[in-house]
Structures are given as C-alpha cells and as structure tokens.
C-alpha cells in the first residue's frame, strides 16, 4: 500500500481520474445516444426505428458508465457525493425521471399495441430532453460552484440549452455512421445545425470558468502554464473547422469517412473536459472541498482499486467486443 | 419541518425500492430459466424450447430495463437524500456497491446487448455464454447488494474512528451473519416468483386457445419447479427467522407481536397491535407454540417488546403493525403458493396426463397466482426492513441520524413524481405481458424488435 508514496495523496488522484474518464466516456457514449433521442421529432416514423435499431444494443451498457461514475463519486469521495447531489436535488431528480422514461421506452414501444407506439415515441424523446436538459443545467450549476443564485440559474439554464444541442450534434454524428441514404442525409444536416450548440457549450464554460475564481484564472493565464495550454484551444478550433469542412462535403461516395464526424465529435469532447478538469482540479466540490478532503480511508479506496484493476480492462474489453459485433450499418433488431 | 422530511424521504426511498425489487426479483430467476431453455433447446434441438425462450427473453428485457433505471434512481438517492448514510458508513459500504457496479452491472449490460439481438450475429456457443454471463451477472449483483444489505442488519468486521466506520476484516462484512440466510431466501423467492409468472402467464395463454408445444413445456417446468421449492423456501425462512432472533430480537417480537417477554409464548394468528397501549387487541394465538418455533422447547423464553425500551422513555424497536402485518402476508402466500403448487403438480402426475390433466378453475388459479411472487417478496422486505428500524445500520447509527436537510416540500415534489411515473410504468409493464401473451396466443411473430420497414430506403447489409 506504501509502494507509490503517501496513498493519501496517490489514492484520491487515481480515483479522481477514474472518476472522470467514467464521466468522460459516460458523455460520449450516452450523449450519442441522448442525442438520437432529443432528434427524435424530426425523424419519420421508419426512421425512428432505424435510428432505435442504432443504439438499441448499446444503451443499457452506456448508461452504466453513468452508475459508475455517481458510484465512484459515492465510494471515493463520500462527503462531496453528499454536498453535490442534496445542491442539485431536483435537476438530479428530472434527471432520472427522463432516464426512466426513455429507458422503459425503448422496450415498450416495440412491444406495446400499434397506437400505443406513438405515445411511447414522445416517452423516448421527452425522457432524452429532460435528461440532456437537465445534466447541462447541472453542469452549469457545478462550474459557477453550486451556489443557487439568479445568475448562476440563468448561466445554467443557458448550458442546458448548449448541452443539449451539443449532444444532438454527437448523436447525428453517430447516425451518420450507422445509417445510410435518406437518413445519412438527413443526419449530416442535423450535425450542421447542432454544431454550434458544442462550440458555444464549450465556450460558454471556458469563458466563464477562469472569472468564477481566481484560482482558476491564474492557472489558465500565467507564465509559463498558458504556453503549455495553447495546443488546446488551437486544436479545437482546428477539429471544429475540420468537421465542418468534412460535413458540407458529407456524404463521400461509397460510405467514406462515414466515422470521421463521431471521432472528431469525441476528440472535441475530450478536450472540452480536459480543459474542465485541468481547471477544477484539485477540487472536487467547487472551490470548497478537495479530492483530498473529501476520500475515504485509503485502505478501503485500496480494496477498490485491486477491483478496478482487473475489472476495468475486462469491461473496456467485453465493451469494444460488443461495438464490433454490432458493428456496421443498423439493421433491424431482431431477436431471433 | 425536519420530521416531515425523515418521513417524506423514508416514503421515497421505499417507494423507490419496492418499485426497483420488483424487476431484479423477476431478471435474478429468469436469466438463468433461460439459460434452462437455451441448453435444453442445444441439447435436444426441439423448436419448443427455442419457442419458451423467444417469447420470455422479451418479458426479460422489458424487465431488464425497468430494473436498470429504478437502479439507477436507487444509487442517486443515496446522495440527495441519505448523504449521513455514505459520510459515517461509507468505508464499508462503498467497496461493496463498487464490486457490484464493476461485477455484475457492466456484465449484465454489456452482453444483454448479444442475448438479446445476437442469436443470429454470432456463433450459437457464444450466444449461449451471453445467456450464461447476463445470468450470472445478475446473481452476482444480488449478491452484492444483499451483501451490503446484510451488514446493515448485522454489521462487524468495523471499527469506528471519530464517528465513521473503517473497515478491519472484509471477510467478516461480507459474510456477516445474516448474508447466507438472507441471500438464499432472496434467490429462491426470486425462482419462485419467476415460476409463478411463468405458471400463470401460460395458463393464461392456454386458456385463450394457444395451446403450443411451447407453452406447454413452459407450464409443465413451472408448476413443477414451484412444487420443489417451496418447501426448501419455507425451511429457509424459518432458519432465517431463528438467525434474526439471534441477532435483531425487537424486530422477531415485533414480527410476533409479543410485548411481554415470557416462557410458553402463543403464536399470534391475527391481533390488531395497540402501539399506545402497548397490547394486541383481538388476539388469536396458538398456546405455547411461538416458544417451540423460535427456541424448539415448548416453554422456552421468548424476549418481548417492552425490553427495547430505554428508561428513559426512548423507543428502540420497530413499529409493530407493519412488521406484524407484513410478517403474515408473506407467509399467507407462501402457504397459499404450497397449496397451489402442490395441487397442480398432483394433476399433471395424476394418470400422466400432463397439462391437460389441469381443469379450468386450476388454469385461473394459476392466472391469479402469476404476481404472487411480487407480493410475497414485497411483503417479506417490508418485514426485514421495517423491523430494522429505528436504526439504519443496526446499532452503528439511526436512520434520522443519515436524511439529508431538504426541505420537505421539495421532497414532496419529487415523491409525487416518482410515484406518478411509476404507477403508469407498473400499469404498462403488466399490460404489455399480457398482450404479449394474447399476440403470441394468437400466433402472431413477435420475433421482431422493430417493424420490418417496407423499401422506402435501400437496406445495406452489415459490413462482414
């Protein structure tokens, strides 16, 4: 246990890092698949069905990653999983109404009667909205610190706004992957026109995370830290002309590049949270409660961490295992 | 105002709890029936299996996906309402939820995805381990939880420094005295539950004329796998109980709603318990023989009620006429289930007449039988876990000492919506079983997820 160093000191950094690239894949992986729903109005009915038929077998793992990071947050850093979830009761509480409601959709309404298949349909879309709504209003809420002011609720309500058209961007990127034709069509003007809620989501939180304190503003903006930083921002720039110039020209004869978008769209993502992270750290409760601060004992962080590390490479594993069996385009769902 | 708020969220987390069970308690059984079916089908490539698997892999995928988003619900509730809980016992508590999100989640989720649209993407060994790993990863996430669900009722294996738990021996918190008991009852009130629904949902679909070779080895494996196990469950529950009243003696007189502690203790059929006064009010009981259940000696001594109190005034045992009244429904069905079970399974031996040994009134028994289980497990957690109280973690800390300082309209707000939601899921999920059954009655395909789309776009097949 000694090995590394004080493990009061290496413990809480591992987890924190675990914690994050849950998070992490959490929003690209679920944020693909929110995103197909929250454009689920602007789809026909058969290809309602092509783009469930896209993310049905994806989903339900997806949204573990959700699980795992509220379970990290939980076990690693229990005082700050308190603090943050009693500061964001209700759009937690939204949250996961909306992911019941788009959860239970996808099994009710391929098995419910014919008529009922619409109602289920809004279920699908209205549980997308609300829980891509509400995680951008909480990651509005968790940049300006949590505290429960007008300012900070109009901020929020603009990053709900920002995710959410964010996610419907990452989500039309999958489409594109995963469908073909008519729909590919369709999706590559829906990643045009949900493009810009990724860059200003992105900006609306660079710009505002470095005057919320000075901490943060000092960490960006002195010598020689914003050197090392620079590459950041160029490279989203550049990733971001990239998929533009890549989605005029979209779709490319034989089905070419049809994968660009979503990686792009990844890579636009990382960053993004990279660059959150880098400023947050090392605080896990916004300027008031450190990693450090907030983790449990190290030797039960330890039990964690001998789990983790034989469980996270074989679920990363059994996870690309099942992305490449379903790989290709979406087919119908069957289950014969 | 504070109150208001401790009740509030203890109605919540139980709302949320009873409506969450209901799911894991059918998916733990039916994975591995499943699985039953499927090497059954490798083994004898009879059609019929295959048809018993195709009709309840969908009612396990709907139930599946009600248990993943209750569950989800389950892990937040923790923080928005019970954030005392994690602070004090979290060394304890958060490994063991770790290994079941890491164990058995991740399993169940990721190869649910190949059950389920896999058969004819992969080879039929690999679908068959899908089938094998969804089933196990569910028995491994029920362990886990009643893992930690155990500790709370019969902690150990801690030590506490400046108010929070640290953990000194894992063995110890994991198999905590309760756990075996309490994991086995689970487990087979789960198969139980699952034979049941089985059991009436074909009667159903044998009544309405859909007589298949299907259906019928489905309720033929049903009834019989009910028969076996309800006996075992009653042992089993019984060797649990005598494990409670080693371990939490308030919450066993509450369930026999015995004030007095006494020798040659009656066993109470039915009383209306008096909490202000302290007594049971029409009693009914058979002399003597709660004393010969709980200790086997027909004057044995039986700790009562009024030992849990302090002296000065402070109550440490549960509120009886829950645990009471719970305690009697639970085992209401249990018999009622041996009698059924037992009665069905004479018929279908009965001159070898299998199914069709089985009268009409029977098949509509069945019918009314096929939520039983759900019943019977809600009763039998409301039993255990109401008869915890006051504490949370027994002995370690009190429940109001872990709710969150929402205020209680807030809370209000979000306990209506929930309970809305799910009274309308609960509605659909029971309406779409059975018109799953009627559809497949009629033989109609339900072997499609999504409605095969005319050629309104050119269809590409999968790069292979």
């Known amino acids: 246990m000694y090995y590394f160093g004080d493990p009061t000191i290496w413990l809480p950094f591992v987890f924190a890092g675990l914690m994050g690239a849950s998070i992490l894949i959490y929003v690209v992986l679920d944020g693909f698949d929110l995103g197909v729903g929250v454009l689920f109005p602007f789809a026909n009915d058969d290809e309602k069905d092509r783009m469930i038929a896209s993310i049905g077998p994806f989903w339900d793992a997806n949204e573990t990653w959700l699980v795992l990071a509220v379970g990290l947050l939980l076990v690693a850093f229990p005082s700050a999983h308190g603090a943050i979830l009693t500061a964001l009761y209700l759009p937690v509480a939204i949250m996961l109404i909306g992911l019941i409601l788009r959860g239970v959709a996808f099994e009710f309404r391929a098995k419910a009667p014919a008529p009922h298949k619409r109602l289920w349909n809004n279920a699908f879309f209205a549980g997308s909205l609300m829980t891509s709504l509400s995680q951008g209003f909480m990651l509005g809420m968790y940049v300006m610190g949590l505290e429960w002011t007008w300012l900070n609720f109009a901020f929020a309500l603009l990053t709900a706004v920002f995710l959410t058209v964010g996610y419907s961007f990452i989500g039309a990127t999958w489409v594109i992957h995963k469908t073909s034709a008519a729909l590919q069509i369709k999706a590559v003007d829906w990643a045009k026109g949900g493009i810009w809620g990724l860059i200003l989501g992105i900006g609306a939180v660079s710009l505002a995370t470095p005057f919320v304190s000075t901490r943060i503003f000092d960490k960006w903006f002195s010598w020689p830290e914003a050197l090392y930083l620079v590459p950041l921002p160029i490279l989203s720039a550049l990733l971001v002309y990239w998929l533009w110039a890549m989605l005029r020209k979209m779709p490319y004869p034989e089905d070419r590049r049809s994968w660009q978008p979503f990686a792009a769209a990844t890579a636009l993502w990382v960053m993004a949270f990279g660059g959150m992270a880098y400023s947050f750290y090392p605080y896990v409760v916004p300027e008031q409660i450190t990693i450090y601060e907030a983790a449990s004992a190290p030797e039960s962080l330890f039990i964690i961490l001998i789990g983790t590390c034989v469980v996270l490479p074989t679920i990363m594993a059994y996870t690309v295992m099942s992305y490449f069996i379903f790989r290709g385009k979406a087919t119908e769902l069957r289950y014969d | ?464």
């Open chain 2, 1 to 464: 105002m504070e109150l208001e708020t401790l009740l509030l969220s203890r109605i919540q987390f139980a709302a949320n709890i009873s409506f969450h069970i209901l799911f894991p308690t059918i998916t733990i059984a039916l994975g591995w029936v499943l699985l039953f079916f499927k090497l059954r089908y490798n083994r004898t490539g009879e059609e019929r299996w295959m048809e018993a698997y195709r009709f309840w892999v969908k009612i396990f995928a709907l139930s599946f996906a009600m248990g993943v988003v209750s569950g989800i619900t389950m892990s937040f509730q923790f923080g928005t309402n019970w954030p005392g809980f994690m602070e004090k016992v979290g060394n304890i508590a958060g490994p063991l939820l770790a290994y079941e999100i890491m164990t058995a989640f991740f399993l169940e989720a990721v190869f649910l995805g190949i059950m389920l649209f896999g058969f004819s993407r992969v080879p039929n060994w690999v679908h068959t381990m899908a089938t094998f790993l969804v089933a196990f990863g569910t028995l491994m996430s029920a362990f886990w939880i009643i893992v930690l669900n155990s500790w709370m009722h019969t902690p150990q294996g801690f030590e506490m420094i400046d108010g929070v738990a640290h953990a000194t021996d894992w063995s110890a918190i994991i198999f905590n005295p309760s756990m075996p008991y309490r994991f086995t009852h689970m487990v087979l009130a789960s198969f139980l539950t699952v034979s049941f629904l089985i059991a009436g949902i074909s009667a159903f679909r044998w009544l309405i004329g859909g007589k298949t070779e299907g259906v019928r080895v489905a309720l033929k494996t049903a009834i019989v796998a009910a028969a076996l196990l309800i006996p075992v469950q009653i042992l089993v529950g019984d060797f649990h109980g005598l494990n409670t009243k080693e371990y939490q003696p308030a919450k066993v007189a509450a369930m026999e709603g015995n004030w007095e502690t006494g020798t040659g203790v009656p066993l109470i059929l039915f009383a209306i318990p008096d909490e202000e006064a302290r007594e049971n009010k029409f009693e009914i009981g058979i002399p003597k023989l709660a004393s010969f259940i709980l200790t086997h000696d027909w004057n044995g001594e039986v700790k009562g009620l009024n030992d849990f109190v302090t002296d000065d005034g402070e109550v440490l045992h549960p509120r009886v006429s829950p645990v009471f009244w719970s305690f009697r429904v639970m085992v209401g069905t249990g018999l009622l289930m041996l009698l059924v079970s037992w009665t069905a399974t004479y018929m279908i031996m009965r001159r070898k007449r299998g199914v069709e040994g089985l009268p009409k009134p029977m098949l509509y028994a069945l019918v009314g039988m096929s939520f039983s289980g759900w019943l019977a497990t809600l009763a039998g957690w409301y039993t255990t876990e109401i008869g915890r109280q006051p504490w949370l973690v027994h002995g370690v800390m009190s429940t109001k000492e872990a709710v969150a300082d929402v205020p209680a309209p807030l809370v209000l707000s979000t306990l209506i919506a929930y309970l809305v939601v799910y009274a309308a899921l609960l509605a659909a999920y029971i309406f779409v079983i059975f018109y799953l059954a009627r559809k497949a009655a009629k033989g109609e395909s339900i072997g499609t997820r999504i409605a095969p789309t005319p050629a309104a776009a050119p269809r590409p097949m999968p790069a292979e």
